[in-house]
């Protein structure tokens, strides 16, 4: 059974920090791996989807990777604001769906 | 529309009610999911269709759970009987491809449900 982990649980840093997210998967036979940003209340917000085949993809000052042999994605936040303040899923897509981790809850402070 | 959108966004049922969550899927999608969301939890896999086809329902927890999407466009999820136990947050999602897992999904907002 795929399982995945992200560490860490909580974050919190002082605003323009650069940081990293950590997502582990126990199987490595994924279609894709995609990052979501989830505010309170709010449904999932789409950042980066990196298929199997990729090594990372880029959007603005958001980074993600993906090293399938590992099983491990990263995404690095540059130069971090307030604004970026939310819980950040990753998830894998296996089959006919997406199996996600606990999420990183993470707090920028200005 | 622009979203997937979800109605109602808040539902209260007392225990033993039935439910019924409603799901628009972005225009011209394809593919659709419920996923389940505990409190301080991802989501969990629900159930899967391919325009009106549900090709898996393999998370649904119970037969108490029932989803139909009869033209391939809406779809509705529906809890009979609700317990305590199924107090969450009911997302939907889209996604444009078949393959639907090779392309982006979409999730719309979620109907937050108590079951008191």
């Known amino acids: 059974k795929q399982e995945v982990t992200q560490i860490p649980a909580a974050l919190s840093v002082p605003e323009g920090e650069n940081l990293v997210l950590n997502c582990s998967f126990t199987?490595?036979?994924?279609?894709?791996l995609q990052w979501f940003r989830q505010d309170p209340g709010k449904g999932l917000t789409s950042l980066l989807l990196?298929?199997?085949?990729?090594r990372e993809q880029t959007s603005g000052r958001l980074n993600a990777s993906l090293d399938k042999s590992s099983g491990r994605s990263t995404l690095y936040i540059a130069a971090s604001q307030p604004g970026d303040s939310a819980t950040y899923l990753c998830?894998?897509?296996?089959?006919?769906?997406?199996?996600f981790g606990a999420g990183t809850i993470l707090r920028v402070k200005s | 529309g622009a979203g997937v959108s979800q109605s109602p966004r808040y539902k209260v049922a007392k225990r033993g009610q039935d439910v019924a969550l409603r799901c628009d899927p972005i225009?011209?999608?394809?593919?659709l999911f419920w996923y389940q969301q505990a409190l301080g939890q991802g989501p969990e896999f629900l159930t899967y269709f391919q325009n009106e086809a549900q090709l898996d329902k393999s998370g649904l927890p119970s037969d108490r759970f029932f989803a139909e999407r009869p033209e391939g466009s809406v779809s509705t999820l529906k809890i009979q009987r609700t317990q305590q136990e199924d107090s969450a947050v009911y997302l939907c999602?889209?996604?444009?491809?078949?393959?639907?897992?090779?392309?982006?999904?979409?999730f719309g907002q979620g109907t937050r449900l108590t079951v008191v």
């Open positions: 998830a894998v897509g296996l089959g006919n769906k997406l199996v």
């Open positions: 199987d490595s036979a994924i279609y894709n």
């Open positions: 225009s011209g999608h394809v593919s």
């Open positions: 990196i298929q199997s085949s990729q």
């Open positions: 999602a889209s996604s444009l491809g078949t393959a639907a897992v090779n392309t982006e999904a979409f």
